[in-house]
T-cell receptor, first 113, second 106 residues
């Protein structure tokens, strides 16, 4: 009964490939996020969806495309992977009205070779 | 946008020692949180502390919003406290600080 689950946990792929990371939450939260953590551990928001609607889109290459089929799922698709995309990607969910109580997934470590 | 800086960037302690981690933010906020990222990468919410002081076991946090800083105190540190500690401010999204990497040795 994991609250926020991401798959896969590890992803190793070659440059130029396209890959997807899936995220699901069973907490009934209305907002979901994707964060990227680089090798220096900096955590930076990429996208935010509220009830399937994109509300935050930070300066992210358009090779990254989030998709939210329903408010419990937020997937991240990455086209034409580059070496610099190697990082840990975290999914999170929360209630916008509260602004706290966020729950993070366990992360997906993406390595582009 | 808001800048969130943490200090020190790295901290090495022996078990049993106490420590204070600091978080400075560049603009007024009414929502500050502390997280712990354990050595396996999991991010755990420690405190929601927009102002005042809260305590949870050996950990406590204080936020002085008018002076734009927050402190996380760890007393009698244990090896399980190791990891990276982040503060984060919420506007329409969580903006994380630069982190403090803590290593506690037996």
């Amino acid at each position: 009964d994991t609250a926020v689950s991401q798959t896969p946990k590890y992803l190793v792929t070659q440059m130029g490939n396209d890959k997807s990371i899936k995220c699901e939450q069973n907490l009934g939260h209305d907002t979901m996020y994707w964060y990227k953590q680089d090798s220096k551990k900096f955590l930076k928001i990429m996208f935010s969806y509220n009830n399937k609607e994109l509300i935050i889109n930070e300066t992210v290459p358009n090779r990254f495309s989030p998709k939210s089929p329903d408010k419990a799922h937020l997937n991240l698709h990455i086209n034409s992977l580059e070496l610099g995309d190697s990082a840990v990607y975290f999914c999170a969910s929360g209630r916008t009205a509260l602004g706290y109580g966020y729950t993070f997934g366990s992360g997906t470590r993406l390595t582009v070779v | 946008g808001i800048q969130v800086e943490q200090s020190p960037p790295d901290l090495i302690l022996q078990e049993g020692a106490n420590s204070t981690l600091r978080c400075n933010f560049s603009d007024s906020v009414n929502n500050l949180q502390w997280f712990h990222q354990n050595p396996w990468g999991q991010l755990i919410n420690l405190f929601y502390i927009p102002s005042g002081t809260k305590q949870n076991g050996r950990l406590s946090a204080t936020t002085v919003a008018t002076e734009r800083y927050s402190l996380l105190y760890i007393s009698s540190s244990q090896t399980t406290d190791s990891g990276v500690y982040f503060c984060a401010v919420y506007t329409d999204k969580l903006i994380f600080g630069t982190g403090t990497r803590l290593q506690v040795f037996p």
